[in-house]
């Protein structure tokens, strides 16, 4: 059976893309969120999240009539949940679960809709037994629907998790570039989900089961932060022993087998600093690497307002005439990669934060990508590089953004957290 009509449920960084994919191989695509503004705005045609290339392509979906969204579902033969999956709150010191109250709202909401031969697909990143779990809502909603946990290869309505592996700027080519993991609950589930992603997919699209697909998504993104960790612990270690980490580095990886990350100011994003306690949650016992990195790389900001806590108290001993109200602070970035507006969990606005909390002089911020500060930097002002520059005395560069890369501040304390001031 062909997919004509297909449906997916939340219509962000993720959600929205594979959307208008789907949309642009003239396929009917309904698009659902709880949110009024994205349905609005992507029924104008316009997007509401910073990518790429997306803007032309939701623009020429919607208009040609292939595209909608809505803000409850309707029937439709496939559904793709792309819902955050974030951790619980929990207190400092503790390993943080979980949280699949987007995924049972979403399932929840799409049960109604359902009807025999449809393909239901979670996308978002998910603890290992989270679709299991899934098709455990559907199936109390609809009992007079059989799903794959009842009757295998013969049910009613077909589950898989496909975990999205696209990287934030470059979603558009990578969803259509990249090899897919399919993690079917029987081999009928992953075969008609092969057939659904062949739509667009140029990559392989590899089959497994469910609880492996989970796995792999979660090892992908555990990988690099265990990577990045050992990046952030040698640029502590060659600090103590006064070794410069850029240059250790590039010396190591001449190695034709070595390949070491870069240190940075600690991980952000909510995908490689949140995947990985999914893992330690599930089995803390074994899960040790895993989380020593994550506490190594939650620990990077920490170790980078200390260093500003210092450079603060030698420039006043070197500049006697002045009191900490003097000094002024320039903190170089806010997102928390390079050259995107992304803010969320991001290391650099934590560390600016806590930067004007802590210091009584004046805090400004330079980030090229946003046009106002997050309320949270009230105190904070955002300023051109060329003013931060000429008046601040100590210069914290926190993200690589391109416009960093060339231009350096003339005077001043340096502080570079990425390596490219050296
Ligand atoms: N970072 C470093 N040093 C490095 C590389 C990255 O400190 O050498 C930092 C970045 O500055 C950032 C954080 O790590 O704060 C994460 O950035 P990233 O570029 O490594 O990854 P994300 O979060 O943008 O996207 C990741 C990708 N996963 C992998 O590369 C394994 C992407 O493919 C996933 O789809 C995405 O997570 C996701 O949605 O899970």
Known sequence: MSFETISVVGLGYIGLPTAAMF???????????????????????????????LDMIVHATVTEGYLKAVTSPEPADAFLIAVPTPFKVCAEGEIPEPDLRYIEAASKAIALVLKKGDLVILESTSPVGATE????????????????????ENADVNVAHCPERVLPGHVVRELVENDRVIGGMSKRCSERSVELYKIFVQGDCVITNARTAEMAKLTEN???????AFANELSMIC???DIDVWELISLANRHPRINIL??????GGHCIAVDPWFIVSKTPEEARMIHTA???????????????????????QENPEKTAKDVTIACYGLAFKPDIDDLRESPALDITKNIAKMH???????????????????NVQLVCFDIASAEADIHILLVDHNEFKTKKPK???LIDTKGIWN
């Open 239 to 241: 600090d103590k022993l």
């Open 294 to 316: 994550r506490k190594v790389n939650d620990s990077k900001p920490g170790w980078v307002i200390n260093k500003v806590k210092i450079a603060i108290a030698d420039f006043l």
């Open 360 to 378: 009584c002089g004046q805090v400004i911020s330079i980030e090229p990508n946003i046009n106002m500060l997050p309320s949270e930097l009230s």
């Open 262 to 267: 870069q240190p940075g100011p600690g991980v």
């Open 23 to 53: 949309a642009s191989r003239k396929k009917q695509v309904i698009g659902v969120d709880v949110n009024q503004h994205a349905v609005d705005t992507i029924n104008r045609g316009e997007i509401h999240i910073v990518e790429p290339e």
């Open 133 to 152: 779990q899934m098709a455990e809502w559907l199936a109390e909603i609809r009992p007079d629907l059989s799903f794959p946990q009842q009757s295998g």
């Open 222 to 228: 555990s990988c690099r932060d265990v990577q990045i």
């Open 411 to 413: 005077s001043g304390v």
